[in-house]
Structure formats: C-alpha cells, structure tokens
C-alpha cells in the first residue's frame, strides 16, 4: 500500500508539473462554460430546466474529451519509461509491476476526478446563477460525473494496455489517436451504416443492443441521456437508447476499466525493461 | 555465506549467447571488480542478478534469495549505466520516494545527498543537472537503505578525478559495514587500488576471477625495470644486464617474478653506476588486456 501511495505521489508531482493537470482543468473547464452559457439559449426562458439541459450538452463534449484527456494521460506511462530507462531501475526496487499500474492509475484518476469535477462544479454554479437554487436537479449531475470518471478509468486502462505493448511512445501516441477515433467517431458510424444496411433484420434485433453498449463511450452517452427526444436531438445512434437497458449501460461502465486494466497488467507483465 | 552466488548461469538472446555459463561469489564485506569489453556480457549479466531478465540456465541467489524476489531487491542497491530520472522531479523528492519503498526514512535521505556533495542542489529539478550531478543522484539511491549488495554498473562514468574519489571512499565504507560490491568499470588504473578481486569476462565468458597478485602470477607477464645509469657507458651495463637502451642513461629491462631477486642482486653489485631503479609489475591494464584477448585465442 505504501509502495502505491508513494508512486501515486511521484506521478502527481509529475502530472502537475508537466501540465497535464492544468490542461485538463482547463479544457473541460473551458468547454463546460461554453455548453453551459450556450446550451440554455434554444430553450428560451420558458424552456427545459438549466441544469437537465447543460447535461445534455455536457454528455455529448465528454463522450469526445473523456477519452481523449484519459489516454493523453496514459499512453506515456509505461513505454515513456522503458524509453527513458527510468523502469528498469524502478523495477529493481522491492515493487511489483502490479503495484507501478495501480499506482499510476491512482495518481491519472485523481486528475481525471479534478478536471471533471471543475468542469461540472463551474455548470452547477453557472446554472444556479442563471436559475436559482429552486427546482433544480442534482441528481443527472452526480450520474454524469460518476460515470464520466468510470468512462476516463476505461480510456486510462486502454492507454495503459497500448503504452505496453508497444516499443516507442510515438507509435503510442499514433494508436491512442486511432483508438480514440474508432471509439468515439468510426464505431456509431459503422452501427449505423450496418443498422441501415440490415434493415430491421436480426442484427438489429440481436447483435445490436450488445454492440451498442460493448463500446464505453456509447453506453455513456446512452446512460446520461434523460429523455428520448433529447436523445435524439444530442446523437443520432442515441434514438437508440431504448435498445439496451441501464444495466447492461452500467455493467459496461464498470467492467471496461477493471478489463482494460488486467490486460495492461498482463501486457506489462511481458515489458523487458 | 555468500552474499551473491552465481553457478553456472547461461543467457541466450536467440542464437546469441551473450552469458555463458559463467561462475562468480562475493562475500560480505569484500569490492569485486567486473571488468570486460563492451557487449561482453557484464550488464546482461548484472539484470539476471537484478531479475529484470531471466538466466536461460544456471542458478543465481542473493542472500539465499532468487532475484528479483522482495527478499533480494530490498537487500540490493542498483546503480544502472546511463542513469535516468524524470526531470520535473527534485532529487530530495526522488530519493525520498525510492526510500519510502526501501523502507529507509527521510533523514537517510538528506544525509546521503549532503555525502555525495548535492544538498545544495537537492530542491531544483533533475532536468538542470549535469551529467555528473545525476550520476549522485544514482549513486545516492544505490546507497539508500545500506544494502547487503551494491552492483555499480559504470559508477564513475562522467565524474570528475576528486569526485571519483570521493565515490570510492564511500564504495570502501559501504564494504567496511558488510555490504558485498560487484563494479564494471573501464577506468582500469582507478580500480586497481579499490578492489579486493578482479574477475573478467570476455565473450559471454570468466576469463579470470582473482585477486590482483594471483592475476600477475597466473598470466606471468613479466615485470619492468627502468634502470638509471650515472656514466655514459649505458650501453656496456645494457650488454651486462642483457636489457635495451632507452637514451643515454637508461635502460629498460624485463624478468620473470622468480627471477627477480637475481637480477636486482646483479643491479646493485654494479655498484655506483648505477644511479636509480624503478620496478613496476604487471598493470591491470596489461593483464586485462591479457585475459580477455590473448588468453581467449
């Protein structure tokens, strides 16, 4: 535990001082405004509660910067190392590879938890400004920051799983860009192009709903939408929402960080340093 | 017991052997020199002692331990070649957090950098070191926790001749209180005084493994006489003694070890001709070079 707590420490220094703490506070801070301030504007005075509907908007932002701010802060982690040289002496250390992961992800969660929570705490405060305190929900609020950080473990474990595998941090660097496109972009077009193609067949019927939420960034998107309508109006493959259940939502979310984390483990396992 | 044993051990990268079966001790207490070419094998076979490869055959156990087991890389402090650290980091954070995973405390840590001159500098970060000063900061965390066993690959490479030193007299204090030293180093004429014994490895294998006299007596090269002549008949002294020339006065000359009283005795019956006479065994240089080339072919 010691050993955990101590690199987590090393790792928070690290992250601080090579900006990767202020850049994530500041991109979702940034964007969170902007959705905020903006997102209120269609819905006129009459319109939607602030909160619900900055929510909304927020949903949509994080689905894109979740992953991208979670695999920013992992694909360095092992391979940057091994380049560096820095492991092999860590590793001749009484720690084990097991507790190095832990310990990093510790460290790269915690950023993660501040961005997020800074970028949701400027919404809260912005809609209470604009709204007041009274019939406001908190509850869609809570749900999207506790599922957007089980959405960032998810991409921090991927990174982490890449980062071992390869040799070179660029060529890291390369597949978490290709990972974050297929996951975010390239897969929902493929769903839908295939869902088009099928035509209300067995894959639509069968395949589909678990194709949907087997990707994590989709059963986000889909788990924080608070109604259909919006649904459609924020995704198109989110008019799908009514495909899968909440449970499979959930149960996508929480079992990609501890899966995408064994296999990092078992990749970095195999890491000569 | 020995504080590190290594029987026999094998290391194969493919077709390449790069360790072959070689055989090594050190004691407690005792500054063992590993010396050889570069790709001879010393540092594959310091990461089998660490654990971070596996020895394809053979056995190595540190204090009874296998490497790379809890027991033997809390009682190992390692000072890797080319030594790097994350340069955002201090060397006062640094050090305190490899201590807080060698179980060694804070004070230890402070104490260590002032030893290798760097408590002024302990608070800036890595990355405005020179290349000296993050050689302290390795040699600092190999030293963190007093370790049963130091292996020191190319501990001196880019310190100056004081710092240098300095290094080996902590080197001699950390083997007063017990702790075995296994050092590569290819600065020979720094070793020779600071080392118990010298083993060599050439080609993957241990081409010698002995204390420096035995080293001399084993390669028997011959040993050195510089004789100064006061007369300028140099040259009937040459014929006499059987040596060359070197310039007016001098003559060099060689023998065996055993034959070396005779010939002193030969020297000084010569009487006041002879103004001076400078002996000089077998370097470590010269019998490096004899065991990993010559003795090999």
């Not at chain 1, 991409?155 to 996951?183: D, E, K, M, N, P």
């Amino acid at each position: 535990m010691t050993s955990i707590l101590s690199v987590t420490r090393l790792e928070l220094l690290i992250a601080r001082r090579n900006m990767w703490v202020a850049t994530s506070i500041i991109l979702m801070a940034l964007f969170t405004t902007v959705l905020t301030l903006a997102g209120g504007a269609p819905s006129g005075t009459l319109g939607v509660e602030p909160l619900t509907l900055a929510v909304t908007s927020i949903t949509t932002l994080s689905v894109y910067l979740v992953p991208l701010i979670g695999l920013l802060l992992s694909f360095d982690a092992i391979v940057g190392e091994t380049e560096r040289g820095t492991l092999a002496l860590s590793l001749t250390y009484p720690l084990s590879r097991g507790e190095i992961l832990l310990g990093k992800f510790v460290a790269h969660f915690l950023v993660l938890a501040v961005a997020i929570g800074v970028g949701l705490g400027i919404t809260v405060a912005l809609s209470i400004w604009q709204a007041g305190t009274t019939d406001m929900n908190y509850l869609p609020v809570l749900k999207l920051f506790a599922t957007a950080m089980a959405l960032g473990a998810a991409f921090l474990g991927i990174g982490y799983l890449v980062s071992a595998l390869v040799r070179q941090t660029g060529v890291a660097s390369g597949i978490v860009i290709i990972v974050w496109l297929v996951c975010v972009v390239l897969y929902d077009l493929g769903l839908l192009g295939a869902l088009v193609a099928d035509n209300g067949g067995t894959f639509t019927k069968l395949v589909f709903p678990w194709l949907l939420v087997a990707n994590p960034a989709d059963a986000f998107r889909l788990i924080n939408m608070p109604t259909e309508n919006l649904a459609v109006l924020s995704s198109g493959i989110g008019a799908a929402a009514g495909a899968s259940d909440t449970l499979q939502q959930l149960l996508s979310l929480l079992l990609w960080p501890v899966l995408a984390l064994f296999l990092a483990w078992l990749a970095f396992r195999k890491v000569e340093p | 017991m020995s504080t590190l044993v290594i029987e026999n051990v094998c290391k194969n990268y493919g077709d390449v052997k790069s360790v072959r079966g070689v055989t090594l001790n050190v004691q407690p207490g005792e500054r063992v020199a590993l010396l050889g070419h570069n790709g001879a094998g010393k540092t594959t076979l310091m990461r089998m002692i660490l654990g971070l490869t596996p020895a394809s055959s053979g056995k190595i156990t540190v204090l009874g331990s296998a490497p790379g087991s809890r027991h033997a890389r809390t009682s190992i402090g390692f000072l890797p070649e080319n030594v790097a650290f994350h340069g955002a980091l201090t060397a006062r954070e640094l050090l305190r957090h490899f201590a807080r995973l060698k179980g060694a405390n804070n004070k230890s840590v402070d104490d260590l950098l002032e030893r290798v001159g760097l408590s002024h500098a302990m608070n800036r970060k890595i990355r405005t070191y020179s290349k000296g000063m993050r050689q302290r900061v390795g040699l600092a965390q190999a030293l963190l926790g007093k370790p049963m066993l130091a292996l020191l690959d190319e501990p001196t490479s880019g310190l100056d001749p004081i710092s240098r030193h300095e290094f080996y007299d902590l080197v001699d204090d950390l083997a007063q209180g017990g702790t075995a030293v296994l050092l590569s180093s290819h600065a020979l004429t720094e070793l020779e005084s600071r080392t118990d014994r010298v083993a060599i490895m050439s080609a993957g294998r241990l081409v010698a493994d002995a204390p420096l006299p035995e080293l001399r007596t084993i390669a028997h090269l011959p040993i050195r006489l510089h004789v100064k002549t006061a007369a300028v008949d140099a040259d009937t002294i040459a014929a006499k003694l059987g040596g060359t020339r070197m310039n007016g006065q001098s003559i060099n000359l060689t023998c065996q070890q055993d034959e070396k009283m005779a010939l002193l005795a030969k020297i000084m019956a010569l009487g006041a001709t002879v103004e001076d006479v400078e002996m000089r065994a077998a370097s470590l240089e010269e019998l490096y070079r004899y065991y990993s080339t010559e003795h090999v072919q």
